[in-house]
C-alpha cells in the first residue's frame, strides 16, 4: 500500500504571512506527483505536475519544489491572502502504476 | 470551456435506498475517474473509465456499487442499497488520457451524499 502523507494536516496563518507544507511519497519508482488546490463547495484545481528531481513550478504567489530521491515535495505560498484558503493536495503516481494516490491534504485557512 | 459538471451536489437518503450520480466530462476527454473522499482522507479512485471501457474497478465494492459509461462520454455511479458509511464526497474527474503522467485530471464540484 503506497503511502503519501501530507504535513500539516491544518494551518492557520495571518494575510501577508508566508507559508508552506509537506507532501512526502515513497521515493522508489517515482512516476510524477501532483498538487491540487481544493476551495470549499469548489472543483478540485489543478496547480502543478512535477516529474524531475529538482523540479520548481511557480504559479503566481504559489511555487512548488521537487525532491525524488527522498521522497516530497513543498509547497510554499508567498503573502497569503484569505482567497488561498483550501485545501491542498498532493497525489504520486508510481511508474508502471496509472493510478493517483492521493494524501489526506493540508487545509490553509489565511485570516485577513 | 466548461468544467466537469456533476449533478445532484448534495443528496440525502435513508439507508437501504438506492442512489445515482451523474458525471458529464469536458467534451473530448477520453479518460474518465470516479474518486470517493471520505472526511479527513484524500480521494480514493473506484473506477477509471477509457472510453466506454471500465479499465481499472479494483477499487469499485461490486455488491452495492455500479458504473456504466454509455458511448464513452457521460457517467452514472450507482450505489443500491446506500449503507450508512457510504456517506461521503463522490467525485468525478476528466482527462484526455493522452499525456502520460502528465496527465492532468480535471474535477468536478463532486456529490455530497449523506445516508441517514
Keep these: 500500500i503506497l503511502n503519501v502523507e501530507q504535513s500539516p494536516q491544518s494551518l492557520h496563518v495571518q494575510e501577508g504571512d508566508s507559508t508552506n507544507f509537506t507532501c512526502s511519497f515513497p521515493s522508489s519508482n517515482f512516476y510524477a506527483l501532483h498538487w491540487y488546490r481544493w476551495e470549499t463547495a469548489k472543483s478540485p484545481e ?48 508510481q511508474g508502471g502504476s496509472e493510478k493517483l494516490v492521493f494524501g489526506k491534504g493540508t487545509k490553509l485557512t489565511v485570516n485577513p | 470551456e466548461a468544467g466537469v459538471v456533476q449533478s445532484p451536489r448534495y443528496k440525502i437518503i435513508e439507508k437501504k435506498q438506492p442512489v445515482a450520480f451523474w458525471c458529464n466530462p469536458i467534451s473530448g476527454h477520453n479518460t474518465l475517474y470516479w474518486y470517493l473522499q471520505n472526511l479527513g482522507q484524500g480521494p480514493e479512485l473506484l473506477i477509471r473509465y477509457e472510453n466506454e471501457e471500465a479499465v481499472d474497478d479494483s477499487q469499485l465494492p461490486k455488491d452495492r456499487f455500479s458504473a456504466e459509461r454509455l458511448k464513452g462520454v457521460d457517467s452514472t455511479l450507482k450505489i443500491q442499497p446506500a449503507e450508512l458509511g457510504d456517506s461521503a464526497v463522490y467525485l468525478c474527474a476528466s482527462s484526455t488520457g493522452t499525456s502520460g503522467r502528465t496527465d492532468t485530471q480535471y474535477f468536478g464540484p463532486g456529490t455530497r451524499l449523506t445516508v441517514l
Design chain 1, 46 to 93: 489543478a496547480l502543478f505536475v512535477m516529474t524531475l528531481n529538482g523540479d520548481e513550478k511557480k504559479k503566481g504567489r504559489i511555487s512548488a519544489t521537487l525532491n525524488t530521491k527522498e521522497g516530497y515535495s513543498y509547497l510554499y505560498i508567498k503573502g497569503s491572502q484569505p482567497e488561498d484558503s483550501a485545501t491542498y493536495l498532493c497525489a504520486f503516481l
